[in-house]
């Protein structure tokens, strides 16, 4: 791996920690009427799939790990929690590059929004196993709904944003390796 390959890695990876920081700030400005308490979506998770599922080089687990449980400090959440469910969904998105990338969108996002789904519903049981107060389930449900429904805006994003597509059959990734 030559210099300026490594020196774009890094370049890519400091990208997403400083969007990563950008959506957590974001995560914390009150918006929306006072009344209608709508559940926002998890912008950090969509931005780390998306980017996991291009180009998984750009996102290691230690730096996803260290962004979520800074967001779970920063947004009052159970510390490690949803870090650790975080994981493992990246992990099973890691699992999927190779398929997702022969495959249209609409089932990229098929697979973003079953993966998310399942995360929560082991967020819900670990949160019911060790006896620890949750929100009701209808906000819990709308969170993952509208989390899925922003993924294709996000994907847009890196696409055209950041453009980051999909690594090719055959095309070499960042670190040098054929796919």
Not at 19 to 29: D, E, I, K, R, Y
Not at 77 to 100: D, F, K, N, S
Not at 163 to 179: I, P, S, W
């Amino acid at each position: 791996m030559t210099d300026t390959a490594a020196t774009r890695i890094w370049v890519w990876r400091a990208a997403y920690t400083g969007l990563a920081l950008g959506v957590m700030v974001l995560s914390l400005v009150p918006v929306g009427p006072g009344h209608l308490r709508l559940p926002g979506p998890d912008l950090l998770f969509c931005l780390t799939a998306a980017i996991t599922l291009r180009r998984p080089e750009l996102a290691p687990l230690p730096l996803v790990v260290a962004l979520f449980l800074l967001a779970d400090f920063v947004l009052d959440r159970p510390p490690g929690l949803w870090t650790a469910v975080v994981v493992g969904m990246v992990h099973v998105l890691r699992a999927q590059v190779i398929r997702v990338r022969e495959l249209p969108f609409l089932s990229e996002w098929s697979i973003f929004a079953l993966v998310l789904a399942g995360g929560v519903l082991v967020e819900r049981v670990i949160l019911f196993a060790t006896f620890t107060p949750a929100q009701p389930l209808p906000p819990v449900l709308l969170f993952a709904a509208i989390t899925a429904l922003v993924y294709p805006p996000v994907v847009l994003f890196t696409n055209l944003g950041l453009r980051l597509r999909k690594v090719a059959l055959g095309e070499a990734n960042m670190l040098g390796n054929r796919t």
